[in-house]
């Protein structure tokens, strides 16, 4: 094992990442138990729903007394910058028959699009998000049934802070591909936007707001006389 992580880079990243999910997992378990949702159902969203944040958003709504099409539809927002993900990565990534299309939106999150959009050569790329996205979806299965069987007592992650290992591996996967002015602008931008509407909007949506600086980019290519790369 020691070996392959040494040789191996995808392998390391993607083993540093299972760790830092072990942690939110067991959190969310917890948390959720807490709430009072059954076992059954929590190992249904685990394997069904599959989205950290909009997992954590509808205990939390559920326990404040939302309605089901509340929840379903604070779900769907947060988690609509999928769409986008999608078109990045497209069949090249997800393969072309439609059962590999399916799993892979599935097990889609940000960390295993980041980590295929890093790779340059086409079969890496495939192969860092399928590692990534299989390897991060049974760490998280494990760990929130590992949670919601112990309890309330693991608390929060933020407690740990282990919480900032995700953002700071997104960065360090993202710093490589700012390699021209349209792309520095497009980051620049969005961690913006993201910046100023965090205080203003629900966890989640600021990652929506950031899309606009898309804009950005694209005024930079057609404005006369000026080169992007």
């Not at 378990?29 to 249904?44: D, E, N, R, T």
């Not at 299309?101 to 790329?125: C, K, N, Y």
């Not at 390699?179 to 989640?204: C, E, I, M, Q, W």
């Amino acid at each position: 094992m020691r070996s392959i992580l040494r040789t191996d880079p995808i392998a390391r990243d993607v083993m540093a990442l299972c760790a830092a999910a072990v942690v939110v997992g067991l959190s969310f378990g917890a948390i959720a138990s807490a709430a009072g949702v059954p076992l059954a159902q929590i190992m249904v969203m685990n394997a069904f729903v599959y989205a950290g944040g909009a997992q954590f958003l509808a205990v939390g709504l559920a326990g404040a007394g939302a309605t089901a099409v509340a929840i379903i539809a604070a779900g769907l927002l947060l988690n609509a910058r999928h769409l986008p993900f999608g078109l990045a990565i497209g069949n090249e990534v997800l393969g072309a028959s439609r059962w590999s299309r399916l799993f892979g939106s599935h097990v889609m999150t940000d960390e295993s699009v980041a980590f295929a959009l890093a790779q340059e050569d086409p079969l890496r790329r495939r192969r860092a998000y399928w590692m990534t996205g299989i390897a991060l979806f049974l760490t998280w299965n494990v760990a929130a049934f590992v949670g919601a069987v112990v309890g309330s007592a693991l608390g929060d992650p933020d407690t740990f802070g282990i919480d900032a290992a995700f953002p700071a591996a997104l960065l360090a996967l993202t710093l490589p591909s700012l390699k021209d002015r349209a792309s520095t602008l497009v980051a620049l931008g969005g961690a913006a936007l993201a910046l100023l509407s965090t205080p203003f909007l629900p966890a989640g949506l600021p990652v929506l707001v950031a899309l606009l600086a898309l804009v950005l980019g694209r005024s930079s290519k057609l404005v006369p006389g000026r080169r992007s790369s």
